[in-house]
């Protein structure tokens, strides 16, 4: 069980809008900041979203992060066939003194 | 563009040992805080151990606290990870990933193409 939550899954349409959540407390997302990770079929994950809602260097502003509280949210908007992905979220966990994610949240666009 | 590349995967017989190396270029690898993540077979992305710039500071999941060390070697810019005391719940896709450690900052960019660990019984 992960000490992060996301939903196992999220759908929409291509053009449409989807969010994803990510839950968890004060000793984690209370306190240290949080990021996004995009993992492609069979490839490797793939930073999105920095400091909860800053974007690397190529990352289109489609993507966008949130954080309020002890909950944290990735918007896509514009969604495109090439999203569907499993998307989590991390942060470290200064209780644990460790990193943690999310259980990961599989996007189909249907 | 950076780049890691990990290596030393293979198969091992529960209670065995491997040792992980990620290869570091076009960054300068003592600077920078290094993680190795795992994702076992059909499952999501799992912390394993972290270590500081310079190597003095290192942390663990409690899953391998005792059993695995992380360690790096700035001058070859490599990254290793030894992992004795096996366990087949240790088979996992090996991933090492650049990023600071202890937050409050937290994010993990690049990652390898991961090395896979298959532990047997």
């Known amino acids: 069980q992960s000490v992060l939550t996301q939903p196992p899954s999220v759908s929409a349409a291509p053009g449409q809008k989807v969010t994803i959540s990510c839950s968890g407390s004060s000793s984690n997302i209370g306190t240290n900041f949080v990021s996004w990770y995009q993992q492609l079929p069979g490839t490797a994950p793939k930073l999105l979203i920095y400091?909860?809602?800053k974007r690397p260097s190529g990352i289109p502003d489609r993507f966008s992060g949130s954080k309020s509280g002890t909950s944290a949210t990735l918007g896509i908007t514009g969604l495109q066939t090439g999203d569907e992905a499993d998307y989590y979220c991390?942060?470290?966990?200064?209780?644990?003194?460790?990193?943690?994610f999310g259980g990961g949240t599989q996007l189909t666009v249907l | 563009e950076v780049q890691l590349l990990e290596s030393g995967g293979g198969l091992v017989q529960s209670g065995g040992t491997l040792k992980l190396s990620c290869a570091a270029s076009?960054?300068?690898?003592?600077?920078?805080?290094m993680n190795w993540v795992r994702q076992a077979p059909g499952k999501g992305l799992e912390w394993v151990a972290g270590?500081?710039?310079?190597?003095?500071?290192?942390f663990y999941a409690d899953s391998v606290k005792g059993r695995f060390t992380i360690s790096r070697d700035n001058s070859k810019t490599t990254l290793y990870l030894e992992m004795n005391s096996l366990r087949v719940e240790d088979t996992a896709l090996y991933y090492c990933?650049?990023?600071?450690?202890?937050?409050?900052?937290?994010?993990?960019?690049?990652w390898g193409q991961g090395t896979l660990a298959t532990v047997s019984s």
């Open positions: 400091e909860n809602n």
């Open positions: 990933a650049r990023g600071p450690i202890v937050g409050p900052t937290f994010w993990f960019d690049p």
């Open positions: 270590i500081s710039a310079s190597g003095n500071g290192t």
């Open positions: 076009r960054f300068t690898f003592s600077s920078h805080a």
């Open positions: 991390g942060t470290w966990d200064s209780r644990l003194s460790a990193a943690v």
